[in-house]
Every structure is written in structure tokens, then in C-alpha cells.
């Protein structure tokens, strides 16, 4: 073989080991576990964020007549266009942002996968990606799997952000900030102020923003902001959503990606040689859960604030401390009374109590031994089940 051509080979599988060196020191998905777990124990399964909330009928109806009308093929890559039409139309009302459909949107498998195609599109190996911590796990996988490095900035107890920490890191140069609002696992839902002062660090320091936005639906007390909406930040974000949690299809496996088309063509190709595109009926199904009615969104929203009202309460006579979330269905609680790790405890409960939650150091890149998470997306009875189980 020629010299170049033996050269060429060896750095290649460097790279290859490297790749799977990389691979091996992630982590497998703790919250996945603890389902595996909540199963083999019987137990009520308070740890995966399993929407409980009927998926309406109109979104089922639709994904079914398209199965039966032969719509069983690939779509276009980028998603059907009347369902990324329907999606930059909620965008624009929604959301406040304008995005062109032919080419600024990308239907995904899920927004896990439009996490994942941004990190390969757009942050090159030894960039720095900033995670906020407590962070929803999939997210440093995605950076590491992009060969990027990621760096992290703590969400206090009592929701801040830590302004100083951020310049600091922002100014030791940041390709992109990782934002999730409302947040996974806090509930937090990130202020007008906190918003301003993310875009400014931003513009000022030239950073992308990812902003995950899959509970923007689900806000108790509030309005929903995307970042991309402030003044500079459209031009620097990718604006990233789903149907997973909102409607309750989270096997159907829709989400989408919106950014400008310079950001976006290189997350399309990721997409189009991962996945190729998104289930083509539940995509059709997909477009009727966008023409729901207002009252649709009302009902969900206070289906899921009794459950949080009802845990946060019932939290709150036990020994531990919870934390109220002002979005998402997730509930984190301060578990330093009772004497164990979070690992300890979550096995506890799940062995012996017969309820499954996440211990809280899985959504940290250092802490959480203090906290676990409860999912409350389930039904009243099995939380007042839940409870009483865990007071008993
Ligand atoms: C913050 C956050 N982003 C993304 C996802 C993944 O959603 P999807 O089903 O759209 O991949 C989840 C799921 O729990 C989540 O909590």
C-alpha cells in the first residue's frame, strides 16, 4: 500500500477508536433504567416522562386513515410539506418567529433527534457547548457524540442562574448555549430577564443558542418566550420542538427543527443519513393535533397542574423538600433527611415501596446525590396511589 494510503488508514482508525473510546464512557440512560426497574418490580413508574393525558382522538383517527390509504412510505426528508407548512404557521403564531417551510423547517424523529443532528451539523470536534445542570440526559451524549466539549452552568435551588459563572464561560468562548425552557427536570421556566440576558451573551460573544422548547405548551402560571423571538437571536438559533409530551405520542417519534437555512442545511444532512425521514402516517397525524382547538391545550394544562398541585402538597408532608415547577411535569425533591444517596433512595423506593423515580445525580454533571425526580404525568390515582405507597 502507498505510504499516504497507510498514513491515511491509521489516523482514520484513530479516529474510529477514539470515536468508540468516546462511545463507551457514556453513560446509559438512568431514567430508561428505572423504567426496566419500575417492570421488573411492579412498580408505579414515576421515573420516564410518559404522557398520560389522552391523545386526542382527531390525531389518532388521522395517523390510522393514513396507514389505511397506503401512506406507508417515505415522505420527503425534510418532512411532508403541508405538516412543516402547519408547523411554521404555529411558529409564527405561536412562537413569534417567521421560518420559510421549504427550507428553514425539518420534520425529526422526535426532538431527541433534532438535539442530535444539530450537535453533528453545526459544533465542530473541541468546541464548547454550554449545558445548564440539572440537564434532560440526552443532552451531553449529544455533545459528546459530536466530539464537542461540554461545559456546564448550575440552576440554584431556587431557580436562578448564575449570571457571573455564565459571562465567565461565555467569554472563555462558547460555540453554542444548550437552553431548555420550561425545563427538564426543574419545571423552571426562564424569565423574560433570564431570556435578555442569554441573548445578550450571545450577540455579544458571537454563540449559537439550541433552544429545546418541547414543553412550551405546559406552563402553570405564565406565557411561553422562545429565544429566538429577541431582538438578534433569530439569525443564531436553532429553535427545536415536539409532539412527544403535548399530545401524547411519544412513540410516534415527531419533532422539528426550525432555523435559518444557512444553520439548517447542515442538520438536514445529519437527518437525511440518520433517519431519512419521520413516520410518514404519524406525520399526517401529526398535523391534525396542530389544528386542536384552544380548550384542548386548557384541559391538558389543568389536568397536569392537579397532579402537580396534589404531589407538591403531598411532598411536602413527608421528609423531603420539592421543588414547584412553574412548567413541564416533572418535580424535583430534596431527599438530604432520610439518610441515603439519591441512588440508595430511588432503589429503595422502587424495591420496597413499589414506586420508580430518577435519581437526581443523573442530571447533573456533579451534585444532585441530594435530589431525586418524580414524573407526575400520570393520572391522580396512580400519583394518590404513588403517595400513599411512599407514606406508608
Ligand atoms: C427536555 C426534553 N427534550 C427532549 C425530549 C425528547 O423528546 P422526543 O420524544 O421528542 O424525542 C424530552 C423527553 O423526555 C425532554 O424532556
Redesign the pocket.
Known sequence: MHLMGKLALTSIQGDILRGTERIRVIQESV?REMTRKAKKYDAINLS??YPDYPTPESVLKEAKEAIDSGLNQYSITWGTEELRKEISEKLSSFNGLDYDPTYEVTVT???????MSTMLGLVEKGEKVLIFQPF?E?YVPAVSIASAEPVFSTIGKDMSIDREDLKEKAEGGLKAILL?TP???TGKVFSKDDLRFLRDLCVDNEIYAIT?E??EKMIYEDKHTSLASLEGMWERTVT?G????VYSV?GW???YSAAPKGLMKPIRKVHDYTTVCAPTPFQHGTIKALELPENFYEDMLDYYKRGRDFLYKSLKETKMDPFKPQG?Y?MLADISEYGMDDIEFADYLVKEKGVAVVPGSSFYHDGGEDLVRFCFSQDIDQLKEAVERIKD
Open positions: 431514567i420516564q416522562g424523529c422526535g426532538s431527541s433527534e433534532s438535539i434532560y440526552n431548555n425545563h427538564n427536570p429545546d418541547m414543553y427545536i415536539g409532539f412527544s409530551k411519544s417519534r415527531v419533532g413541564a416533572y
